[in-house]
């Protein structure tokens, strides 16, 4: 256990609220804490039952006056968040009360910690590995049911006995490579076939848990959505039909949405974030002008376009041209204004495109009357995007460094095969094998810089 100063903070959000929790962490909180908190049991702080919580009285350590009554509740020893002694003072909620309380703190000497500093302790102490610590703060910021489940799994270590199973076949397979180098004599040397095998079984297991990457991608980050299409066709009143909202600003003038408009939106259990943007045409308005330059961007980022067309008007160069900014994107095409179309042909529209036809939904969003074809979209979307359906017991790798550590896993392994292929003796793959074994335990944390690490808890919150 490695030795820290001792650190507070208030863990829970600023505001008016019911209660605030204040987290103290380190060899002195007990003391620290004791300095203020009085038990109504009549126990000093350092003789409380340990994981049980004593209502006690907060005094001010300068005057004795009352500042709170709380309930504390001391975690004594490796049994805790951080792996050291942690106290938590459940005050009341709202502005002073445990700004008041961490005020006394810092006089008794204890620091405010850092962005994630707590769960930064418990990586260094062994309660989580860096997959874990990286699914605390997924959990957090999850935004979508799926997102919410597939952190939890992360966070119970799932995803680290997936990865950890993989490295195990690796670490057996270098045990057995170097028996035979060191005991020529006792142990048979690994037929090629055996050893190509081994390798194949190892790269197999990769590739399957970088195909849950895009899976796992969507459920942590959601789908960026980006609406575009020409002027009046319909595209703002798509964005509130999806978010069931009047969000977005409709009108008949061709030109209404200026800058982009922005909403999540929750699809079967999928975050969208939702961009609505000016509709892109030539314009001599320079505010126009900008917000068709920022569609043309969103297009560019969008893992999802939403292309509206208006059924009423047909097919024009203009939407043509537009279309061509989204190749190479997801594309459903919103064939809109049905209600009052002459012509609604899906295979005209799918051929004038070179889109598929499953990819074009038939919508009508009139402002006053029925809205048609909301459900089938989001039938689309969740189709596109979760295809399998995803079992209780997945769970998939969710970022980029997760991703990059399997790919330069992967990489090794096809080296390692065109080796034995050209003849290598076996001997020699024992130093591949020991860069793969490194590169998965990036993963876990288990082999990994501390600028990663770094980089890691930069996301996380103060309190966490
Ligand atoms: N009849 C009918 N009218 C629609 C339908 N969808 C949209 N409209 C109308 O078409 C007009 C333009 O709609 P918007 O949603 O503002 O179009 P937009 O694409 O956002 O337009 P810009 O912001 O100007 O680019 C409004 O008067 C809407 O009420 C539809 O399905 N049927
Ligand atoms: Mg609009």
């Known amino acids: ?18 209660i605030a929790i204040i987290r103290v962490s380190g060899s002195v909180a007990e003391a620290a804490v004791g300095k203020i908190a009085f038990p109504r049991n009549g126990k000093k702080i350092e003789d409380l039952e340990s994981h049980k919580l ?14 709170d009554e709380a309930l504390v509740v001391v975690m004594r020893g490796s049994n805790s968040y951080t792996g050291e002694t942690v106290v938590e003072i459940n005050c009341h909620g709202g502005y002073l009360a445990a700004e008041s309380i961490m005020e006394e703190l810092f006089s008794a000497g204890v620091r405010q910690a850092e962005a994630g500093e707590f769960t930064r302790r418990a990586f260094v102490n062994g309660k989580l590995d860096l997959a874990r610590a990286e699914a605390v703060i997924d959990l957090i910021h999850a935004n979508s049911e799926k997102g919410q489940s597939n952190a939890a ?30 005991y020529p004599d006792e142990v048979d040397e690994i037929p090629r076939d055996e050893l190509i095998d081994k390798i194949d079984g190892i790269a197999k297991d990769i590739d399957e848990m970088l195909a849950g990457f895009s899976k796992g991608k969507i459920m942590r980050d959601g789908v960026l959505t980006v609406i575009a299409g020409r002027p009046n066709v319909g595209k703002s009143s798509l964005l509130n039909a999806l978010t069931r909202t009047d969000r977005a ?85 919103i064939l809109n204004k049905t209600d009052i179309a002459t012509c609604t042909d899906v ?7 070179g889109v598929n036809e499953e990819n074009i939904i038939l919508t009508s969003l009139p402002k006053e009357g029925n809205v048609l074809g909301i ?35 992967k990489k090794i392994a096809t080296e390692m095969t065109k080796s034995v292929e050209c003849g290598m003796p076996a001997d020699m793959l024992y130093v591949d094998l020991e ?30």
Request: net charge negative; charged share 30%; with cysteine.
């Open 435 to 464: 860069e793969l074994i490194a590169a998965l335990g990036e993963i876990t944390g288990q082999t990994v810089q501390d600028e990663i690490i770094d980089k890691v808890f930069e996301r996380f919150c103060v309190g966490k």
């Open 375 to 409: 459900t089938e979209l989001e039938e689309i979307i969740t189709r596109m995007f979760m295809a399998g359906t995803v079992s209780k017991d997945d769970v998939f790798i969710s970022n980029d460094r997760q991703k990059n550590a399997l790919i330069k896993a």
């Open 1 to 18: 256990m490695k030795e820290f100063d001792t650190i507070c903070a208030i863990a829970t959000p600023v505001g008016v609220g019911g």
């Open 249 to 333: 600003i409709v009108t008949d003038i061709p030109g209404t949405t200026r800058d982009t408009v922005e909403e999540y939106v929750n699809i079967n259990g999928i975050a969208l974030r939702l961009i609505d943007t000016a509709g892109i045409r030539e314009s001599e308005n320079s505010v126009e002008r900008i917000g068709i330059e920022r569609a043309k961007e969103n297009i560019k980022s969008a893992d999802l376009c939403l292309f509206v067309l208006d059924s009423s008007a047909g097919i024009s160069a203009e939407d043509l041209e537009i279309f061509e900014y989204t190749k190479g994107k997801n594309i459903i095409v």
């Open 54 to 67: 004593t209502l006690s009285d907060i005094k001010a350590s300068k005057n004795g006056e009352m500042l």
């Open 153 to 182: 799994k992360i966070l119970s270590g799932r995803l680290s006995e997936k990865v950890n199973k993989i490295r195990d076949k690796a670490v057996l397979f270098a045990a057995n490579i170097s028996a035979v180098a060191d």
């Open 347 to 353: 295979s005209k529209v799918a051929d004038a495109l």
